[in-house]
């Protein structure tokens, strides 16, 4: 079986401070992970993946994240927050041979300007 | 290349009745899944469709079901409508291998059960 759990269904932080959302996951077998993104009265568009290669990922808008086993975890990070980063967050984990996501339930995220 | 599209936006059913959503996958990927999002239940795997055929399925009930057609262009039904069936219906295509490969989502269609 495979789930994550995101920390914080809400997380508040002023314009350019460090943004962290936390995404901790469970999985029998080893997973693929990612962060989406979701605007308003839009879909998700993806922020990374993590598919085995190296632990710290990189992806769009300045955003990374890092996957430790140890700690079952890929929390997503982003040095210095802009207006534009409010938005929902969303991490998710599938395993290899399939394409069924598994949700986390979301962390909506506000930037204080 | 153009993005993933579903129609329509937006829908208001009312119980009983039955639904047609559709989703235009992008140009050349194969395979589309759908997800249900709603504010009490997240998002949540329907089933996905690769060549014509279902791949996976999730855990929901047979009122729900979908097919897709030889262009990759996918539709989903759903009958005898429920008012929890209100959710926001995302689909999502990629290319097909699977796994690692990236699922774009399309805008979604926001179904409204009265």
């Not at chain 1, 041979?97 to 204080?112: E, H, M, P, S």
């Not at chain 2, 039904?77 to 796994?99: F, K, M, P, R, W």
Request: with cysteine.
């Amino acid at each position: 079986a495979q789930s994550v759990t995101q920390l914080g269904s809400h997380v508040s932080v002023s314009e350019g401070a460090l943004v962290l959302l936390r995404c901790n996951y469970s999985s029998s077998v080893p997973p693929y992970l990612f962060w989406y993104v979701q605007y308003p009265n839009q879909g998700l568009q993806l922020l990374l993946k993590y598919t085995s290669a190296a632990t710290l990922v990189k992806g769009i808008n300045g955003f990374e994240a890092e996957f430790k086993k140890s700690e079952t975890s890929f929390h997503l990070t982003k040095p210095s927050a802009h207006m534009s980063d409010a938005a929902e967050y969303f991490c998710a984990v599938t395993q290899t041979g399939a394409n069924n996501l598994f949700f986390g339930t979301g962390t909506r995220l506000t930037v204080i300007p | 290349k153009a993005g993933v599209t579903q129609t329509p936006r937006y829908l208001i059913k009312t119980r009983g009745q039955q639904v047609t959503l559709s989703c235009s996958p992008i140009s050349g990927h194969r395979s589309v899944s759908w997800y249900q999002q709603t504010p009490g239940q997240g998002l949540q795997f329907l089933f996905e469709y690769f060549s014509e055929t279902q791949r996976n399925k999730g855990n929901f009930p047979g009122r729900f079901s979908g097919r897709q057609f030889s262009n990759s262009r996918s539709e989903m039904n759903v009958s005898t409508l429920e008012l929890g069936d209100s959710a926001l219906y995302l689909c999502a295509s990629s290319s097909g291998g699977q796994g690692n490969n990236e699922q774009f989502f399309g805008p979604g269609t926001r179904l409204t059960v009265l």
